[in-house]
């Protein structure tokens, strides 16, 4: 099978995992690296080798024609190096959150189908392994039909130090961390069709919210996404995502330090669904470290096999519109809110 030679635009602290993971795939190299900031540029070319090196991402698609680009810059320049993307026919992998409204959103979708480029946005914590093993167990009927749900994040990790940006944005937490439990209650339980939202900002170091409490209505289940970054716990979970589901014959539990629960007529079993801990990877980013690795083998498979990547742009539509519907809800005083009415 022919070898895919991939770029990667966006050489910044989140990008390093990204490099790591293709490093990590058969049959897949990044033969070509762009950032505008000449620095970083040199930094991530060095340590990983790769002398292709492009501060104009125009300049890079022309050049160095890859058979696929991996997106890992902020949110701001998402919609103009989608469009670039497709504009050179070149498959696209756009990080989260895939667009600053759902309107960009929208048209980088239609921009990649127009020139029939697939598109994926990077959106990997349902690729965490722990809960693709909670999907698995919904999935297969273990606690029968899900009636309620909850996936929670608490935490006090100090964030803004590797990703200053978290700390300025008029939107923080249901943008950057909330996008992604709202991803999970999709995945577990499928799309939602009713949210209310109520936010708060503890730190007053900070700009934008750092506390969201949301409440969901999917095909007959509840579910509850709570996340927070001003948590203090007895011991810091960060980044765990815990979660929840009632079923009518029994509960699945993911608790803290990845340890499962399922209960149904035959009693409780335990699992121990820790993430691998990968040869690049550091505790305790391992679990999202691993789900990087997992979201690209997924993209490889799908671009090689013609198929829809999971979390493609149009998928990803459905959970902008929540996060956008969220910030509505709490604005507006908690009303309930039908995302479908945004998308
Ligand atoms: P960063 O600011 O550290 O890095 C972004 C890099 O992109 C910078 O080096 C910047 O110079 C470069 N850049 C910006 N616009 C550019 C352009 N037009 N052309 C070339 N280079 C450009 O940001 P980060 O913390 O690495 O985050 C990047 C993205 O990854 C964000 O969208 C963030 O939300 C996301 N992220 C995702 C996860 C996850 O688990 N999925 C985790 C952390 C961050
Ligand atoms: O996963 C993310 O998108 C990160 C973090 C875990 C820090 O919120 O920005």
């Known amino acids: 099978m022919a070898e895919l030679k991939g770029a990667l635009v966006g050489c910044g602290f989140f990008a390093v995992n990204q490099m790591h993971g293709w490093a990590g795939i058969d049959g897949v190299s990044i033969a070509a690296i762009c950032d505008r900031d000449p620095a970083r540029l040199e930094a991530m070319g060095t340590r990983f080798g790769i002398s292709r090196r492009f501060t104009d991402a125009e ?15 902020t949110a701001p320049s998402h919609r103009v190096l989608v469009e670039l993307a497709a504009s050179h026919g070149v498959p696209v992998i756009c990080q989260k959150p895939f667009a600053l409204s759902l309107a960009d ?49 608490r935490s006090a990790y100090d964030v803004y130090s590797g990703q200053p940006y978290l700390a300025e944005g008029e939107r923080f937490i249901i943008e950057d961390l909330g996008i992604h439990a709202l991803d999970i209650a999709r995945f577990l339980l499928g799309d939602a069709t009713a949210i209310t939202a109520r936010t708060a900002r503890i730190n007053s170091a900070i700009r934008g919210e750092d506390v969201a409490t949301m409440l969901l209505g999917h095909d007959g289940a509840t579910s509850v996404v709570d996340c927070s ?10 980044p765990q995502t815990l979660v929840e589901i009632d079923g009518t014959e029994g509960t699945i539990r993911l608790g803290a330090n990845y340890r499962l629960t399922v209960t149904n007529g035959e009693g409780s079993r335990h699992e121990d669904v820790s993430p691998l801990l990968l040869p690049w990877a550091t505790r305790p980013w391992h679990n999202i470290q691993e789900s990087v690795a997992a979201i690209q083998a997924h993209w490889v498979d799908c671009l090689r096999n013609g198929r829809e990547p999971d979390t493609s742009g149009r998928d990803n539509l459905k959970t902008l519109a929540l996060v956008e519907a969220a910030y509505r809800s709490a604005a507006e005083g908690g009303r309930t809110l039908d995302p479908a009415e945004l998308r």
């Open 59 to 73: 300049a890079m698609f022309a050049e160095a024609r890859p058979d696929f680009v991996d997106i890992a810059t």
């Open 105 to 153: 959103a929208r048209a980088m979708v239609e921009a990649c189908s127009q020139a029939g480029v697939p598109l994926m946005v990077h959106e990997n914590f349902r690729w965490q392994s722990p809960i693709r093993r909670v999907g698995e167990l919904v999935a297969t009927g273990e606690v029968g039909r899900p009636f309620f749900g909850r996936v929670s994040f």
């Open 229 to 238: 970054y001003a948590t203090k716990l007895e011991k810091e979970l960060f």
